[in-house]
């Protein structure tokens, strides 16, 4: 307890204020009658993330983002709560937003990103004895991640090559020379000389790379130590602080062509380079830990240095529908050993244990995603944290504490602390906002699809519905294919169940959790078994007697959405149906979209397999679709383009059929913008509540009103 008082009292001057804003996290008393869930509480519900135990274990930073409808931007703010309990305390101010907490090793210093006042993002330091965040880093470029060296003396920095106009700004700033005010001009053409030329949220890509470079905390000196025509990512620094471990395609002649990464080490300091090697060669001489084909990341260090842990995809036919496996490897170079074969489940964020002897890892698990663990020999994986519930991030202590970031089907992420034997939660986050809702019960339920094969997904029931009363039904395709519904807070299911519909989110065959034949069942054939298999849980909720078979409603995003295409193209037993972020012409992706490797892999080349394309591209069947469909997706989005919903709007509206498509400007593949969020929330309900219910209300919200003019015309 001497600790816990010391370090509080450490904080008082730095977080005066915050019994002004403590009740703002703490719960309050429910209200007599429970309300349903609407749109705007979507606003109110916090995100929570990334947990940090600090090296003594009586503290855990974590993050959490607040959706600001009103302002109409998103701001996230750290904060650390005691191992122990009790209220959170602030670690950054109100107005701007932060990311990534790390306590440095020996426990004086809290360092987190940040960009403030307009500039790059920087690393910025709290002394743990008290004042205010400091600017640390000042790279031309900004800080894409960071780590601290065991001997909290030094960060790892990746850093993106800077642009000429970024070096000659630090130049200025370097001579105490004001910026020139910027000047409007013309920009200049984009010279593509790259396979991969596209990339969601940075679009048009360049030659600049992102590679590793030292940073002495001290000195505020910075070094390079990795270089070339190659992406360096996800470092990792050696116990004894000599080397770094990081993860790069460097194996192949062109990165861009395969998906093949490897581990590395590199010396992280001149000393320690190899004898002969210039004391500046950037990562001239590099040690190769792994040579599999495929993907190979996440590199994580052994206790003592002598074993590097990392994900290992081995299947390279498979492609994206292969398991990703734990592996181990000599930290020096060596035969590696693949430890979950036998599990058969993907995994990742892989952290050696403190004594060395045991991995921990997140697992996807039917439905699930569990907090695991196996020997360093293999054998059995056990479930440290598991049950129906989500794990999405965690923290090692070093007894052997985990602090982990948790959601569950009736509660949204919120930090938990586990011993191995009691699982507590120590953030209340959003109890405020959960006391006063009544949430829809959801089901994990099993059926079989037409050809016998179990299919399981998750059931949520109309909040007010009577019982035995059959319902308007919607069946919520997910985004992937690879991925699974798991036993998290989903927002959208519960604003659907609280409008009177029953919601279903199957686990269709292409999803993660049920091992990797159930998930390459779809190789280049979508459209086909999972398809089959959403009409199962459809036929299922109708046989309950659950599901209006005259009311039912379709729609999704991203892969959800190609999904919607591909129902409606071949059943016109629902009502309505929206498609977001999706596409239905195959072809309009190649050389559009960030998918090239993908579709080489998968389809071969368009022209090499006509027939292969037109297969799966629901797009040629858009004459039998009469399902009024609402098409949506955002103008800038690489992953999935907007042409794919502009094409099916366009065809639709051709053929006479009911349709409309919405594009919000400045959206990436996901939404960042509140108001857009909204938006698109209040049309999903318009048109559901006019083409499957049958209201007689418009099939798209009322458009804003704008703010009456003042007398005087101001």
Known sequence: MKTIRCLALAFLVLFLWLPLHAQEFAPKSAPATPRNITIDDFFQIRDVSQPELSPDGQWVAYAVRTRMLKEDKNEQRLWMISAHGGDPIPMTAEGVSSSHPRWSPDGKYFAFLSSRNGGKTQVWLLNRLG????????????????????????????????????????KDKDKDKPAAAAKPKTPPPYVIDRLQFKRDTVGYLDRRRTHLY???????????????????????????????AFTSNRSTPDPDRTYNSDIWVVAANNVARSAGASPDDKGAHLTQITTNPGPDRSPAWSPDGKWIAFISQTDMKAMIYATHHLAIAPSTGGEPKVLTLAFDRSVRRPRFSVDGRSIYFIADDDGMQSLCR????????????????????????????????????????EIYLSNEKDLTRLTKTNDALLSQLRLAQADYVHFKSKDGTSIAGYLYKPVDSPAGKKVPTLLNPHGGPVGQYSASFYHLAQLYAANGYAVLLPNPRGSSGYGQKFCEAIFADWGNKDFQDDMAMVDFAVAQGLADPDKLGVGGWSYGGMSTDFIIAQTTRFKAAISGAGIALMTSGYGHDQYIKDYDSELGRPWENKAGWEKISPYYRVNNITTPTLFMGGDVDWNVPI??????????????????????????????????????LERYLAWYAHYVKGDATSPRPAEPQAPAAKAGGE
């Open 374 to 413: 196996i020997s360093v020999a293999g054998g059995d994986v056990s479930r440290p944290i598991d049950g129906r519930l989500s794990v999405d991030s965690y923290s090692l202590g070093k007894d052997g504490t985990i602090a982990a970031e948790i959601g569950m089907l009736d509660r949204p992420n």
């Open 131 to 170: 004042g205010e965040a400091t600017h640390l880093t000042d790279a031309p470029p900004g800080v894409d991640d960071f780590e601290w060296s065991p001997d909290s003396t030094r960060l790892v920095l990746i850093l993106r090559d800077p642009k000429p106009e970024d070096l000659e700004a630090a």
């Open 214 to 244: 030292v940073f002495d905390v001290a000195s505020k000196k910075t070094t390079q130590v990795t270089s070339g025509d190659f992406d360096d990512s996800e470092p990792a620094w050696s116990p004894d602080g000599k080397s770094l």
């Open 643 to 680: 042409i794919g919903g502009e094409q099916m709007y366009q065809a639709l509206k051709s053929l006479g059929r009911t349709t409309e498509l919405v594009v919000y400007p400045g959206e990436f593949h996901g939404f960042t913008t509140p108001s857009h969020m909204k938006d698109r």
